[in-house]
């Protein structure tokens, strides 16, 4: 089936630690995005790639970084410089001549 | 720059009763709208989209929704409401030959009850 692949689904991660969240697309989508959502709050953009090899910031950039080798993968890091990591976090996806977002189920990171 | 405001941030109501989700935008240019729904601990599903035509937007699971431009409006609406739609709903904008770039609201919780 195509969609959107995101893991781990849980991850823990000690202060000072950098993890990586993956996300893959079989959906030959070009553009790539990564959300950052905590209880309660909508959604705030941290990532964005319409192409691969290239790539944006969004609002809340700081502390992460992204990476677009292949256009069906879009891994975001977690850095030790992210001040308050712990979230739930999304990867989406679409086609630039498209207008639809379609999203992955997510991965929820909690620093212990 | 856009901006999207859902009214309420939770929204409790008895299960078969009809229900109303309000979202308000704001923007310079023409946009797109959506309403995503997410159940607990998954990603974000879309139910509707308005992107031009008709104002009246028919969604999954017996939802729709009336973009009003005057009003910079665009309200979920569900005339029975079911257990099973509890959970959180985003409205969503984005400006038209923006590349897709989505400005959500804080979301509402939907609580349906027995």
């Known amino acids: 089936d195509g969609g959107i692949t995101q893991s781990p689904k849980y991850l823990f991660r000690k202060e000072g630690q950098n993890v990586t969240l993956s996300c893959e697309q079989n959906?030959?989508?070009?553009?790539m995005y990564w959300y950052r959502q905590d209880p309660g709050q909508g959604l705030r953009l941290i990532y964005y790639?319409?192409?691969?090899?290239?790539?944006q910031k969004g609002d809340i950039a700081e502390g992460y970084s992204v990476s677009r080798e292949k256009k069906e993968s879009f891994p975001l890091t977690v850095t030790s410089a992210q001040k308050n990591p712990t979230a739930f976090y999304l990867c989406?996806?679409?086609?630039?001549?498209?207008?639809?977002?379609?999203f992955g189920e997510g991965s929820w990171l909690t620093v212990v | 720059a856009q901006s999207v405001t859902q009214l309420d941030s939770q929204v409790p109501v008895f299960e078969e009763a009809p229900v109303e989700l309000r979202c308000n935008y704001s923007?310079?240019?023409?946009?797109?709208l959506f309403w995503y729904v997410q159940y607990p601990n998954q990603g974000l599903q879309l139910l509707l989209k308005?992107?031009?035509?008709?104002?009246l937007v028919k969604g999954i699971n017996g939802f729709e929704a009336e973009f009003n431009k005057s009003q910079t409006s665009f309200h979920l609406r569900k005339p029975s409401v079911h257990i099973s739609d509890t959970a959180e709903y985003f409205c969503a904008v984005s400006e038209r030959n923006a590349g897709n770039m989505l400005t959500f609201g804080g979301g509402t919780r939907l609580m349906v009850k027995p």
């Open positions: 959906l030959n989508h070009d553009a």
């Open positions: 790639s319409q192409i691969v090899n290239d790539f």
């Open positions: 923007s310079s240019v023409s946009v797109y």
């Open positions: 308005y992107l031009s035509g008709s104002t």
């Open positions: 989406a996806s679409t086609q630039l001549s498209g207008n639809t977002i379609y």
